[in-house]
């Protein structure tokens, strides 16, 4: 797997991915999501591609104190070969690269399976409670 920046003609694709692996929410709009991402300095969308397929991807920002990744996916039919490790290592390398000392992420309460993959890595639950407020 070769890991490159997302270019605006491969929206499509990666929005294809995040559909593929349950990461869109009618509320949100993933096309508008990857653009914001990609339009800032603090931002970016990395993705992972065997040959022309896009098979993974990862987007990661840094909010001036912490990092962030978000639409962490890979390839239904490429899951369970350390494509998600990669490109998860790949988020950290960007995020340390900017001097950027933690990394955090949300899960959704109901995705269970998820956790073990993060907690592979090395992530720790944190004792917070995530508030938000539409804008
Ligand atoms: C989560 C995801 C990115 C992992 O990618 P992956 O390439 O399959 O993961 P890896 O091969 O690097 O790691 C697999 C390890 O993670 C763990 N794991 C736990 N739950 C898992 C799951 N649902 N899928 C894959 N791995 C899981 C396993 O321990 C596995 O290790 P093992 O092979 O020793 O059993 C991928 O499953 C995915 O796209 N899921 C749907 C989207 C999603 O939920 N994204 C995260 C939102 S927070």
Same mark, same amino acid.
Request: charged share 25%; net charge negative; hydrophobic share 40%.
């Given at each position: 797997?070769? &890991?490159?920046t997302?270019?605006?003609?491969? #929206?499509?694709? $990666? $929005?294809?991915?995040?559909? *593929?692996?349950?990461? /869109?929410?009618?509320? @949100? ?7 914001k991402?990609? *339009?800032?300095?603090?931002? /970016?969308?990395? #993705?992972? +591609?065997?040959? !022309? /397929?896009?098979?993974?991807? *990862? ?5 001036? !104190? ?18 998600? =490790? %990669?490109?998860? !290592? *790949?988020?950290? =390398? ?15 309460? %109901? @995705? !269970? ?11 720790? +639950?944190?004792q $917070?409670? $995530?508030?938000? &407020?539409?804008?």
């Amino acid at each position: 797997m070769i &890991i490159s920046t997302l270019s605006e003609d491969r #929206i499509p694709e $990666v $929005v294809a991915l995040w559909e *593929a692996t349950g990461l /869109t929410r009618p509320w @949100n709009d993933p096309v508008a999501d990857a653009r914001k991402a990609l *339009a800032n300095d603090g931002s /970016t969308v990395l #993705i992972g +591609t065997d040959g !022309h /397929t896009l098979v993974a991807s *990862a987007m990661v920002g840094f909010d001036g !104190h912490r990092g962030w990744v978000y639409y962490v996916a890979v390839s239904p039919d490429r899951q369970g070969m350390r494509l998600g =490790e %990669e490109i998860m !290592h *790949a988020a950290e =390398e960007w995020l340390r690269g900017r001097g950027v000392g933690k990394l955090q992420l949300m899960i959704r309460e %109901e @995705n !269970h399976a998820v956790r073990s993959f993060y907690r592979r890595l090395g992530y720790q +639950t944190e004792q $917070v409670t $995530v508030m938000s &407020i539409r804008l």
